[in-house]
């Protein structure tokens, strides 16, 4: 018999693989689910991208395997892009590693600071894979909660009575930076914060960088939405003294509409990302070299492209307020990102009892919220990754064929 290892336990198959699966089937039996479940981008990069791309494929010469540290072509674009959007300064020969997307290097993370029980704080509700690499890198995992009324922000009086009580509990390692002897844990933050659309605060900002230095824990902040319906993206590296706690990863799926092209970065002090790339290197072989070249022509466009990409997802916000309303959900007006958070009606027991009911009556399928942790349970997102158009189907199906 051949059996999985041990730390698969416990770790199910990711939801939209799952979910994404059930929905091929109900379509091929000729039905067409509408998604508005997935955050993949539908509209394709700038032109310009795909021609650098183009150019850069029929060479002879750019076939082999690539640094393991990224092209130079690649890093430089993303320190320039560091400089004019976030008034951050990198070295883009030591501070910046390019990814094959930045959900691998949450995983390298995880994989680079966490020992068996080294604590592991994360968001709840927030990204799934947080938990799952650090579970699967041996983690133990401590929640952190957001809450509606607290704006979806961290509550820091709260987590330090947590710290504190961790800290007094045996077994628990708290292990950063390796081997330097001293306690420290590592801690998962995403702002604009997904699935919930929340902007961080400068003074937010500022105190989680106090929080990391006070404790000793580093602090890796996933940014992928700071371009998306939002004028002022934001860094935690922005913040005077960050890098000493800090590690950032960026992406190019989302502002860039890459996501199948898996490019991403992570950016930090030069010891950090070292430490990263001696896990990395021995996991991979680089990029291919004409994906770098493109994505380093995708961080020099100018504010045209967001304002481009941002014009369509506006009105298609709208519409999905409009969905959302038929749905008797409640949303706060001022969310950024991709995606609109929404609370559920009293009607429904939790976001997955909607989602199915919706799926089952009117082939629109849209996230619960509860695949985002606990505080999730009461609470639906819907992705603004389908046209106008779709949002409109979605809306008539509603309404014809979901009783209230
Ligand atoms: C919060 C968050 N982080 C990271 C990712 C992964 O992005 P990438 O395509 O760069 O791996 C996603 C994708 O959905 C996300 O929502």
Not at 113 to 130: A, F, K, R
Request: hydrophobic share 40%.
């Amino acid at each position: 018999m051949i059996t999985v290892s041990k730390r698969l336990e416990g770790i199910g198959e990711y939801y939209f693989s799952q979910k994404l699966a059930e929905i091929a089937e109900i379509n091929k039996q000729g039905e067409a689910v509408i998604n508005l479940g997935i955050g993949s981008p539908d509209m394709p990069p700038h032109p310009e991208v795909i021609q650098v791309l183009q150019e850069e494929v029929i060479k002879p010469n750019v076939h082999g395997y690539q640094s393991y540290k990224g092209a130079e072509a690649l890093r430089n674009g993303v320190a320039k892009w560091y400089n004019k959007w976030y008034g951050v300064d990198l070295n883009p020969a030591t501070e910046i590693l390019p990814l094959i997307g930045s959900k691998e290097g949450i995983m390298h993370i995880c994989m680079t600071y966490v020992d068996e029980g080294t604590i592991v704080l994360v968001p709840n509700p927030g990204y799934p894979t947080y938990r799952s690499a650090a579970k699967l890198a041996g983690g133990t995992i401590v929640e952190y909660n957001l809450k509606e009324e607290n704006n979806w922000l961290i509550d820091f009086d709260e987590l330090e009575k947590n710290i504190a009580s961790l800290k007094s509990k045996a077994g628990a390692q708290m292990a950063f930076p390796k081997g330097g002897g001293r306690e420290g844990a590592l801690m998962f933050v995403n702002y604009p914060q997904m699935p919930t659309g929340q902007l961080p605060t400068k003074k937010f900002f500022e105190e989680l960088v106090a929080f990391g230095k006070k404790h000793n824990i580093l602090i890796c902040h996933d940014n992928p939405y700071s371009f998306i319906l939002n004028e002022t993206p934001m860094s935690l590296l922005s913040i005077e003294g960050a890098k000493d706690v800090v590690l950032e990863l960026n992406s190019l799926s989302k502002a860039s509409n890459m996501a199948g092209w898996r490019v991403g970065v992570l950016c930090g002090a030069k010891e950090r990302i070292n430490e990263v790339l001696v896990f990395k290197s021995n996991m991979d072989s680089g990029m291919f070299l004409p994906v770098q070249l493109a994505a380093a022509k995708a961080l020099s466009l100018g504010k045209e492209w967001y304002d481009g990409i941002n014009a369509v997802y506006r009105k298609r916000r709208i519409k999905a307020y409009e969905l959302l309303d038929l749905l008797q959900c409640t949303h706060s007006a001022d969310q950024v990102g991709m995606f609109v958070w929404a609370k559920i009606p009293a009607k429904y027991k939790n976001g997955f009892e909607l989602s199915d009911d919706v799926l089952s009556k009117t082939r629109v399928f849209i996230t619960p919220g509860g695949i985002f942790g606990s505080a999730g349970e009461k609470y639906i997102r819907v992705s603004l990754c389908s046209t106008e158009e779709k949002f409109q189907e979605s809306i008539d199906r509603i309404k014809s064929k979901l009783k209230n």
